[in-house]
């Protein structure tokens, strides 16, 4: 069963215990069982042929290349590319590694499209991705390598689930679940309405909630070492409520 058939079956169970409770099918219930029922679905956010839908930022021709199916980013000069357009609320479904010990690198949601001042990264949230071996090589605690979510260059107003007592403004994993050096990981990344929820290979471990902050571009971050990307794919959800000083400045 696809994600797109299991999501289908998923809402039609739903509307089918809603009848048995005696509230009785509603119009989207009966929706759900036509053959026009309308889901979302996942799209590709790197279509694993070239770098469409990508602008560079502020690293080089050279950092980002695709390579028999995979994106691979050398990981220099330091920086970001960003998507094209913005996004609100939507599921981002990554599947990446690092092929040397201690890797480093991350993805940016919600994200400025320019560095801010005179960093190399934007103002956002940034989802963390580090090889296990990181933590080890830098004589640091565990807790870094295995999905950390924090707010970036100036961004005010966030809420962690689970504050480390590392870093200050940090939400850490719960549960220790990104793999070793050469293997592959997945990240399901769930943005809506200012809350982010990471489930990091198969189980959602962590969150972290913006107040200032619920549109802007995904950002892919170069941070000094190759990380191979094989799927990086999306479903956008419907809008929300959301203020203009809530969405990142739209870069032309």
Not at 21 to 35: A, H, I, N, Y
Not at 37 to 49: I, V
Not at 87 to 95: H, R, T, V
Not at 102 to 110: D, E
């Amino acid at each position: 069963m696809n994600r797109r058939e299991f999501a289908k079956h998923t809402l039609m169970a739903t509307a089918m215990f809603s009848a048995s409770s005696g509230v009785g099918l509603s119009k989207l219930g009966k929706s759900m069982m036509e053959d026009d029922f309308d889901l979302p679905e996942f799209k590709q956010l790197f279509n694993r042929k070239d770098l469409s839908g990508f602008v560079d930022v502020n690293t080089s021709e050279e950092t980002w290349r695709v390579e028999d199916g995979l994106l691979i980013c050398t990981g220099l000069p330091i920086g970001v590319m960003r998507t094209e357009k913005q996004y609100e609320n939507f599921i981002l479904d990554i599947e990446w590694r690092f092929m040397e010990a201690g890797g480093n690198s991350g993805v940016f949601v919600w994200a400025d499209g320019t560095p801010y001042e005179d960093r190399p990264f934007p103002t956002g949230m940034e989802v963390q991705m580090l090889d296990p071996e990181w933590a080890v090589m830098n004589d640091r605690p565990e807790e870094y390598v295995h999905g950390h979510l924090f707010p970036v260059m100036g961004l005010e107003g966030t809420i962690p689930d689970n504050p480390s007592e590392v870093v200050q403004g940090r939400s850490y994993a719960l549960e220790n679940r990104v793999k070793g050096t050469g293997e592959w990981n997945r990240y399901l990344i769930a943005c809506v309405d200012g809350t982010l929820k990471l489930s990091v290979n198969g189980k959602f471990v962590n969150g972290i909630r913006s107040t200032k902050r619920k549109k802007g571009y995904i950002c892919p971050e170069s941070e000094g070492a190759e990380i191979h990307f094989r799927k990086m794919d999306i479903m956008e959800l419907p809008g929300g409520v959301i203020t203009p000083d809530q969405i990142a400045p739209v870069v032309g």
